[in-house]
């Protein structure tokens, strides 16, 4: 029997498994060999990084590996964790910097505008800019969205960071002082338009879920409308996506688009990589593991 068309294309049902697509057609390695991979210097002053991908297809490595990006570049000078389950990030985060709720990142937002206003009073008594306050913070948002009673509780506050989180330190002259935020989730769907549209980085791995896919591609990666702009679209997403462990970026922020190599990027996260802290004193790295509370 002939097979249909969606079964040619990969779909069972509701879902995209790549081991049933009949031809190789998507899976492009010389494709993918055009695309650069994502640098430190690829994420804009201020980042919103948004990633998605379904469980233990390497969010946290992903994660972990931009950081270390930034850390190389010393770029953040403190770095904070909220997470429903506190795992993943043991050695690079200190405790004291790790948090269940979004509780504490009000404060959090409240001194980096602080830092801010100081160093504005600094600029404009004329001191030298050596009295300036370095603070940078890159905050990591890990799977705080997981069913839509989570969207009810904190997805407005996500919201406010996402549309101003770049506006956070708008008042500081100092030059490296910046806000990041990295929104880690399980379904890009999961995540409000309003709230993923506003990211500076879209990043997923494979995604088995249609919906999920044609979301991802529709959303960010079609270069023109009709059937062979998403053809296109298409081949791209899985030209990347199709290769182990290897995550697909698109730079939103970017607003010439020539072609998808001008504003796509390949990921794959180094997971042989040393373990390192990313900051903290000895006091921080001295606390204990919060338990997690049921």
């Known amino acids: 029997m002939e097979p249909t068309d969606a079964k040619k294309d990969g779909y069972h049902g509701d879902h995209f498994?790549?081991?049933?697509?009949?031809?190789?057609?998507?899976?492009?390695?010389?494709?993918?060999?055009?695309?650069?991979?994502?640098?430190?210097?690829?994420i804009p002053a201020n980042p919103f990084i948004f990633i998605s991908s379904p469980?233990?297809?390497?969010?946290?490595?992903?994660?972990?590996?931009?950081?270390?990006?930034?850390?190389?570049?010393?770029?953040?000078?403190?770095?904070?964790?909220?997470s429903q389950t506190l795992s993943g990030y043991e050695g690079v985060v200190p405790y004291t910097y790790q948090w269940q709720t979004m509780e504490h990142v009000g404060d959090i937002i409240t001194k980096c505008q602080d830092v801010a206003e100081y160093n504005r009073t600094v600029k404009e008594k004329g001191q030298p800019a050596e009295h300036y306050i370095d603070c940078s913070f890159c905050l990591v948002l890990d799977d705080v969205i997981g069913d839509p009673?989570?969207?009810?509780?904190?997805?407005?506050?996500?919201?406010?960071?996402?549309?101003?989180?770049?506006?956070?330190?708008?008042?500081?002259?100092?030059?490296?002082n910046e806000f990041g935020l990295i929104l880690i989730s399980q379904k890009i769907t999961s995540i409000p338009p309003v709230i993923r549209?506003?990211?500076d980085l879209i990043c997923s791995a494979r995604l088995a879920s249609r919906v999920e896919r044609q979301t991802y591609i529709e959303n960010f990666l079609t270069l023109t409308s009709g059937r062979d702009g998403l053809k296109d679209a298409r081949r791209v997403f899985d030209s990347i996506t199709l290769q182990e462990y290897t995550f697909i970026c698109v730079l939103a922020y970017k607003s010439i688009r020539v072609n998808h190599q001008a504003y796509v990027r390949r990921l794959k996260a180094d997971i042989t990589a040393k373990t390192e802290r990313l900051f903290g004193t000895e006091k921080d790295w001295k606390a204990r593991k919060p338990r997690i509370n049921f």
Do not use: C, W
């Open 55 to 82: 469980r233990r297809a390497g969010k946290s490595e992903v994660t972990l590996h931009i950081l270390r990006q930034f850390h190389t570049a010393k770029r953040f000078t403190h770095y904070g964790l909220v």
């Open 197 to 199: 549209q506003n990211a």
């Open 17 to 42: 498994d790549p081991a049933q697509v009949v031809t190789n057609e998507y899976k492009d390695d010389e494709l993918f060999e055009s695309f650069k991979e994502l640098t430190e210097e690829d």
């Open 149 to 176: 009673k989570d969207l009810k509780r904190v997805g407005g506050y996500i919201q406010k960071i996402a549309v101003n989180g770049r506006h956070i330190m708008r008042a500081d002259p100092h030059e490296k």
